[in-house]
């Protein structure tokens, strides 16, 4: 996988979510809910998918582990999708496989706010973000 996250600061609380066994997922990728309190890596289709965390460990695929310690803290340089770019100060979302974008009004209520950008990024570029701990 590619674009995974940066730790700017840390470090952080881990929550467990579940996860497939037969998925390896590298350290600091974006993770979308799929089930209560089960992830997977986000995908191509995510769009503002509801966000579980960035994985701060990585996992094997078929290592048998099917938990996964995932954070919603702290602030992470993030990838912003290549088609669009990111203002500083607005909500962003998850918008494929590790990028972000702007959150549009119903992003807000749907559980897909990753957090809030903490500078502007041009289409494809990184730039800080501070995740949204709720």
Do not use: W
């Not at 695929?61 to 203002?87: H, M, R, W, Y």
């Not at 979302?93 to 590790?98: A, C, E, K, L, R």
């Amino acid at each position: 996988m590619a674009n995974e996250a940066t730790e700017v600061e840390g470090p952080h609380a881990t929550h467990d979510y579940t996860v497939n066994n037969v998925s390896g997922i590298p350290q600091y990728t974006l993770m979308e809910a799929v089930d209560p309190r089960t992830a997977q890596a986000s995908t191509a289709t995510t769009n503002a998918g509801i966000f579980a965390g960035i994985a701060m460990t990585e996992k094997e695929a078929s290592d048998g582990q099917t938990n996964l310690g995932l954070t919603k803290e702290g602030i992470f340089v993030l990838t912003c999708n290549p088609n669009a770019a990111v203002t500083m100060g607005k909500a962003v979302v998850m918008s494929g496989i590790n990028v972000i974008r702007d959150a549009v009004a119903g992003d807000l209520l749907t559980g897909a706010v990753v957090g809030h950008a903490l500078e502007a990024m041009a289409a494809g570029t990184t730039g800080e973000v501070q995740l949204l701990k709720y």
